[in-house]
């Protein structure tokens, strides 16, 4: 299975600071396609995972775009400009694109 | 709006039977591929299974691979996961997910 590490696990960021999460994983994602199927989700306290981003970089709808993915091959990281209140919650990452699917073990944001 | 409704879970002994189902609606159902991830409380996510638009592939995870099935009625909109053999590991919170939409998750309890 592909084994997705995220870094760090827990992120403790000041409002109005960037912040960042690393995920790394054990093969590339890059499909013959050309895309890189790397998805980034966040679970905020008492809710259900909500995807922020797909495919690397493309911002699902509704999601500001403070956030931004990037990375390559088998280094991905998700960034927020400016960290607001509702960003708080646990991030995710996870591949689609080897079988079995897997998720990296979260990386928990919390305003300082 | 995109809408999943997952429904069934509840408690039931070591052994048992329990058959999931996810209620879709906001989108052509019968378009997309449709996934299982379940959640132990407090920890991360694991993907279970999916299931292609047509119904005619599916994949699950090691270790759910003989006990759970997953299916879809695309007449109804409507996603399942029949669940046999049930363990005391396989206590989670099951989301129906698809186009990138995660349902609110239903609890499956496995104790005796």
């Known amino acids: 299975d592909v084994v997705m590490t995220q870094s760090p696990p827990s992120l403790p960021v000041t409002l109005g600071q960037p912040a960042s999460i690393s995920c790394r994983s054990s093969q590339s994602l890059v499909h013959s396609d050309g895309n890189t199927y790397l998805n980034w989700f966040l679970q905020r306290p008492g809710q259900s995972p909500r995807r922020l981003i797909y495919?690397?970089?493309n911002r699902d709808s509704g999601v500001p775009d403070r956030f931004s993915g990037s990375g390559s091959g088998t280094d991905f990281t998700l960034k927020i400009s400016r960290v607001e209140a509702e960003d708080v919650g646990v991030y995710y990452c996870m591949q689609d694109i080897h079988w079995p699917y897997t998720f990296g073990q979260g990386t928990k944001l919390e305003i300082k | 709006e995109v809408q999943l409704v997952e429904s069934g879970g509840g408690l039931v002994q070591p052994g048992g039977s329990l058959r999931l189902s996810c209620a879709a609606s906001?989108?052509?159902?019968?378009?997309?591929?449709m996934h299982w991830v379940r959640q132990v409380p407090g920890k991360g996510l694991v993907w279970v299974s999916c299931?292609?638009?047509?119904?005619?592939?599916?994949t699950y995870a090691d270790s759910v691979k003989g006990r759970f099935t997953i299916s879809r009625d695309n007449a109804k909109n409507t996603l399942h996961l029949q669940m046999n053999s049930l363990r005391a590991e396989d206590t989670a919170v099951f989301y129906c997910?698809?186009?990138?939409?995660w349902g609110q998750g239903t609890l499956v309890t496995v104790s005796s």
């Open positions: 299931i292609s638009p047509d119904g005619s592939s599916t």
């Open positions: 906001g989108f052509t159902f019968s378009s997309y591929w």
């Open positions: 495919n690397l970089s």
């Open positions: 997910v698809g186009v990138g939409t």
